[in-house]
């Protein structure tokens, strides 16, 4: 395997993070020493950090993540959540200006929170993030709560946004599963349009193996599908998934040699200012 960039992981240290159930299953004990000590063994050279979200679906408040970011000696970048609201906006954006050169993007929550990705409330944010390069990522696909809105998490509520964003780097996180050839689908159609292959599996399932092979070969359909390699990119999820499960996976894709190196580390620092 090659370097490695990890663009989605989460992480708080707080009790009532909704992904503990996930670290425990893993025998994880979810926490930053941890975390660079995982990264330190499996060759991840940075991680982007994102709010993981609480037991009552509200967020780890931004600060924290920055907070972990600044004590993690230059391995961890923050990435903002940004609920749908005029004044979270406000303050999201007013936070990235505050920390501009540290901020590494943004993040959407569809389908933990009911928005779609073209409502107008996020239109301040898009136009920051515009002019500073800055890519906005989405969540796509299923969640980890079970009251979660599928109508708003489905990949193709990106499509009306990337229509009329074309200068705005959008993330479809998670391949928007089970919608991967949807999520494929907006990749080829938009040149704006990235997306990660984090936190497609986890462990406990009776045919969690079975699983894990079928996902391999949609994921690499969806490549193929898309014409190449050049803008999917690797992420854990972590706690959902450890970095031996998921860099195992990328390497049961059926790729080229070349395209590994492109979906571990070079179409991140592509996509974020790394």
């Not at 609920?83 to 590494?104: D, L």
């Not at 969540?139 to 998490?153: E, V």
């Amino acid at each position: 395997m090659s370097r490695v960039i990890d663009v989605h992981i989460h992480l708080s240290e707080l009790r009532g993070d909704a992904l503990r159930p996930f670290a425990e299953a893993h025998g994880l004990r979810y926490d930053l020493k941890e975390l660079l000590s995982l990264m330190e063994e499996n060759g991840v050279e940075a991680g982007l950090l994102l709010s993981p979200p609480l037991r009552d679906n509200t967020i780890v408040r931004n600060r924290r993540v920055l907070d972990l970011c600044s004590r993690s000696r230059g391995r961890l970048f923050p990435v903002l959540t940004v609920e749908p609201s005029a004044a979270a906006v406000r303050e999201c954006v007013a936070t990235a200006r505050r920390n501009r050169g540290e901020v590494k993007g943004f993040k959407v929550r569809l389908g933990y929170v009911p928005s779609f990705p073209d409502d107008a409330v996020f239109s301040a944010l898009y136009d920051f993030a515009e002019s500073e390069g800055l890519p906005v990522m989405f969540h796509t696909g299923d969640t980890s709560l079970p009251n979660a809105s599928l109508r708003h998490a489905h990949p193709l509520n990106l499509d009306a946004l990337a229509n009329v964003r074309s200068s705005l780097n959008i993330v479809v996180c998670h391949m928007g599963n089970p919608w991967i050839e949807d999520a494929a689908e907006l990749v080829y159609k938009h040149r704006n349009v990235y997306a990660d292959i984090s936190g497609l599996f986890a462990v406990g399932a009776k045919y969690s193996k079975e699983y894990v092979e079928y996902l391999s070969g949609r994921v690499s359909n969806a490549i193929y599908f898309a014409g190449s390699a050049e803008k999917f990119l690797f992420g854990t999820d972590y706690p959902v998934e450890t970095y031996q499960s998921a860099l195992s996976f990328v390497g049961k894709l059926k790729l080229h040699e070349d395209d590994f190196d492109r979906v571990l580390y070079s179409n991140a620092r592509k996509v974020f200012p790394i």
